[in-house]
T-cell receptor, first 115, second 115 residues
Framework: AQTVTQSQPEMSVQEAETVTLSCTYD???????LFWYKQPPSRQMILVIR??????QNATENRFSVNFQKAAKSFSLKISDSQLGDAAMYFC????????????FGTGTKLQVIP | NAGVTQTPKFQVLKTGQSMTLQCAQD?????MSWYRQDPGMGLRLIHY???????DQGEVPNGYNVSRSTTEDFPLRLLSAAPSQTSVYFC??????????????FGNGTRLTVT
């Protein structure tokens, strides 16, 4: 079974600065998808960014980008120019290519943005 | 478009009571799933379904039952509630079979307290 590890339970960043959230995963598959979701205090789950394992180019969505290291099984999220609205729980997730394509989540990182 | 609708938003049960959490989606998604979210544990998969009549267990299925009679609905049943089932429950759906890039679409969650 796949596992997803987020080793940073909490992080903080100054407004306008850059922060990187870590995620590692364990899998024997070669094709899969990785996601980052954001959960603000409203409890809503929001897709931030996604990355296909076969794409070498790192995904970017405005101020959000990833550093995908397939050999190291690492998938970190970089948030540039942090804003107060970025304060939330961030979950890393893995979707396997085989079977019913279940999605496995990490334990989350709580990001605090300091004004 | 309503997306994924979960009811109720909040629920308090006494130990031993039963209840059903409702989930409906209007995106014609074959894949539907239930997660529970607990502090420090992330989102853990309870049960999932890839179409009417097809369900399977996730990593924490004990104490929960599901069935899938239509594409739209995927209710989660607690047969005899226990305090350990106090949690926030999320229903999520995605296109299946389809591209791995298809993200999960989440409901707004149900906060369940068992006393």
């Amino acid at each position: 079974a796949q596992t997803v590890t987020q080793s940073q339970p909490e992080m903080s960043v100054q407004e306008a600065e850059t922060v990187t959230l870590s995620c590692t995963y364990d899998t024997s598959e070669s094709d899969y998808y990785l996601f980052w979701y954001k959960q603000p205090p409203s409890r809503q789950m929001i897709l931030v960014i996604r990355q296909e394992a076969y794409k070498q180019q790192n995904a970017t969505e405005n101020r959000f980008s990833v550093n995908f290291q397939k050999a190291a099984k690492s998938f970190s999220l970089k948030i540039s120019d942090s804003q107060l609205g970025d304060a939330a729980m961030y979950f890393c997730a893995y979707c396997n290519s085989g079977g019913y394509q279940k999605v496995t989540f990490g334990t989350g990182t709580k990001l605090q943005v300091i004004p | 478009n309503a997306g994924v609708t979960q009811t109720p938003k909040f629920q308090v049960l006494k130990t031993g009571q039963s209840m059903t959490l409702q989930c409906a989606q209007d995106m014609n998604h074959e894949y539907m799933s239930w997660y529970r979210q607990d502090p420090g544990m992330g989102l853990r998969l309870i049960h999932y379904s890839v179409g009417a009549g097809i369900t399977d267990q996730g990593e924490v299925p004990n104490g929960y039952n599901v069935s899938r009679s239509t594409t739209e609905d995927f209710p989660l049943r607690l047969l005899s509630a226990a305090p350990s089932q106090t949690s926030v429950y999320f229903c999520a759906s995605r296109a299946f079979p389809g591209a791995l890039s298809s993200p999960l679409h989440f409901g707004n969650g149900t906060r369940l307290t068992v006393t």
